[in-house]
């Protein structure tokens, strides 16, 4: 393993060079306003609308995606996965020859959705964590780690090129870890519907209705699986098991260390085992895929059974009590 830092960065890499970024999302804005304040030339690529107005009020230079990248020698494509196909194919002929296609995600390249031109360098860049901290941290003068992966190195300059886009964004102050498209996309995918999202939120929706269909207090239950898991998850996050067991009671040790088995068991894990076999062969990528080309209408009905869900009014009154938890974070 090896993390690049700020000294591993060949600064003349991206010299002179124009920078489109596609999209003015989490991701795309942080990324933009990242590479502006380090003195690169950037024009944001979007369509008209909310996003377009965004990126004028923050001072960026706008223009229709086809337009953006006209002249650039990397080009950013931070659109959300889906329409990352459908974008590519309206802008390959446009791009330059020998400039870096770069991604956030793997999921496009490593599925197979778009078969970059022979003579671009094709790249990744991903921060681990959502676009408001990559911002964020970048304004501390810290960095959220990134990802760095070449897939197509045409021009034998992509590492070094995706290394100094890296390093405007920040990401070399926490470090940049060498990886592949497909190590990055599995392991995404699998975080994502395993433990951070997915796992996280049933876990949490299993435990407040296990207490309240026992008779407890909503409001109490909510306090207990939801309000407090960031701070197991700060401590989780700055020092590892070492600082949560530093910083929980003993009782609770005991409870995590004898209870905590049986709740996460070899069921669990099995489970995870699948879901790890449904993203490696391509199946939960179809799926996804099938379930947008088709209108999204099983996403959306599951995602209204979340929101609808009792924890989410019970949430939404007590939030309301604690005002600085609202708090612009973009």
């Known amino acids: 393993m090896r993390l690049y830092g700020p000294k ?11 920078i489109a970024v596609l999209g003015y999302g989490s991701q795309g804005r942080a990324h933009a306003l990242n590479l502006k ?11 008209k609308g909310k996003s377009f107005k965004q990126a004028k009020k923050d001072g960026l230079t706008v223009t229709t995606p086809a337009e953006a990248v006209v002249g650039a020698t990397l080009i950013a494509m931070l659109v959300p996965d889906i329409p990352q196909k459908v974008l590519y194919e309206e802008i390959e002929s446009k791009l330059a020859k020998n400039a870096v296609l770069l991604f956030a995600h793997g999921f496009n390249i490593h599925f197979k959705q778009i078969t970059p031109r022979k003579d671009l360098d094709v790249v990744l860049i991903a921060p681990k964590g959502p676009g408001g901290l990559v911002r964020r ?9 990134a990802l760095i992966a070449v897939s197509q190195d045409a021009t034998k300059t992509g590492f070094a090129r995706a290394l100094a886009y890296a390093h405007g964004i920040g990401a070399t102050r926490g470090g940049v870890l060498a990886t592949t498209f497909g190590e ?3 392991t995404d995918l699998f975080g994502e519907q395993a433990v951070l999202c997915g796992g996280t939120t049933e876990l949490v929706l299993a435990g407040f209705e296990t207490l309240v269909e026992a008779g407890y207090q909503a409001e109490v239950a909510y306090y207990e699986v939801l309000h407090e898991l960031k701070l197991i998850v700060d401590l989780l996050h ?20 004898t209870r905590g088995p049986r709740i996460i068991d ?10 790890l076999k449904e993203i490696q062969t391509g199946k939960f990528a179809k ?20 929101l609808d869900h009792p924890i989410e009014k019970v949430g939404a009154v007590l939030r309301a009590k604690m005002p600085w ?6």
């Not at 591993?8 to 124009?18: N, P």
């Not at 700055?238 to 260390?257: M, R, Y």
Request: with cysteine; glycine share 10%.
């Open 137 to 145: 941290q970048f304004q501390q003068g810290r960095g959220v780690p």
């Open 8 to 18: 591993d960065v060949d600064k003349k890499a991206l010299r002179k060079a124009k």
């Open 238 to 257: 700055e020092g590892g098991l070492a600082k949560l067991h530093q910083f929980v009671s003993e009782t609770c040790k005991f409870g995590d260390l």
């Open 325 to 330: 938890l609202k708090a612009d974070r973009a």
């Open 287 to 306: 799926e996804w895929i099938e379930e947008n080309r088709t209108g999204r209408k099983n996403y959306q009905a599951m995602m209204q059974k979340d």
């Open 184 to 186: 990055e996309t599995e």
């Open 266 to 275: 070899a069921r669990v894990k099995k489970q995870m085992g699948k879901v």
């Open 37 to 47: 304040d380090s003195g690169f030339d950037v024009v944001v690529g979007v369509r």
